[in-house]
């Protein structure tokens, strides 16, 4: 696995191409209280790119330049979180989305464990350890942490492209696709303090 760790920003010249997985660490689930910490990327090809942001003045011309590029697919786990995250603190809109915890939550009736662990056992067959979830972010990383950071991002472009193909399959793609479409405005209900969900009775 190539890990890299950067400072404030990704390097200048740093290429992707045109479809990333990006997980976000938190020092807590409360955007208005808790700031973001860290942000990985990975191309698929078994790398991960941690940025270690500058929490005063979060300036990270180059990572946002990625985050912001409508041409470029972005990979989440639950993108409702770290996208709440990323408005808030790093001023960008983030576009060309794919989700596996939603993907998973419409196409994998079978079970009702859909968390990035449990995806990546199933189709990666590697169990992972989520030790490190509940920890410190905000100083400097253990190895511990870079492996569970890098763990978050390495395996989504397989589990996406593997839901996917479920989501044709079965039939329920474009209603995938439906979802995808809501969930910037949901986004910004969360932003704007609507925790729940506005449709219900």
Known sequence: MDIKV???????????GNKIAIDCEFMGLNFLRDKLCLVQISS???DAHIVQLDRVKYDAPNLKKILSNKSIIKIFHYARADLVFIKKYLKIDVDNIEDTKLQSKLIRKYTDKHG??????????????????????GGE?????IKYCANDVIY???INDTLNKMLIRENRINLYKDCMKYLNTRVNLDLECFPDDIWSH
């Open 141 to 145: 990383l253990t190895p511990a942490q």
């Open 156 to 158: 989504l472009h397989k």
């Open 44 to 46: 698929g090809k078994n």
């Open 116 to 137: 990035l662990k449990d995806l990546i056992k199933e189709f990666v067959g590697v169990d992972i350890s989520k030790q490190q979830q509940s920890s410190d972010f």
């Open 6 to 16: 950067h400072k404030y920003d990704l390097p200048k010249d740093i290429e992707f």
